[in-house]
């Protein structure tokens, strides 16, 4: 059984069913803990300060991609903790999933196309391949 539950988040659709797919694993452990993780990415963060009145518009404008995941944790009752990292989100996420020693990591798909996936690659990607656990990539 799973008890130790990675969401790795970016408030898109795609880590919003990630969570519900997270919710459902979890409810089949009364044990379960889930960690919602949002990764502050340091090229975004500089524009994000750049464009914004002071730091507690900018904490309340991250805040507001991570409240309906968490609304889903609380709907269900599924324990969960939010923790928030910065730097580049692909190496972030998976250092953190390889130290912690999580069970599972879920992880939202960008849904890009196949030409951009192989140019830029994406998150999902990297975390898949080099997280020591399982990773459920969720479209």
């Not at 250092?95 to 879920?106: C, I, L, Q, R, S």
């Amino acid at each position: 059984m799973y008890e130790k539950i990675l969401v790795a988040a970016d408030g898109s659709e795609h880590s919003k069913r990630a969570v519900q797919e997270a919710v459902k694993m979890a409810k089949t452990n009364p044990e379960a803990k889930v960690t919602l993780l949002y990764v502050v990415d340091y090229g975004k963060a500089r524009n994000e300060i750049l464009h914004t009145q002071s730091p507690d518009e900018l904490h309340l404008e991250r805040r507001k991609h991570l409240q309906p995941l968490e609304d889903i944790f609380h709907s269900t009752g599924v324990q969960f903790e939010t923790k928030t990292l910065h730097g580049t989100p692909g190496p972030t996420i998976v250092k953190h999933a390889n130290e912690t020693g999580y069970d599972v990591v879920f992880i939202g798909s960008r849904g890009l196309n196949a030409l951009q996936e192989m140019v830029l690659g994406s998150v999902s990607h990297k975390v898949a391949k080099r997280v020591e656990a399982p990773v459920i990539i969720v479209k």
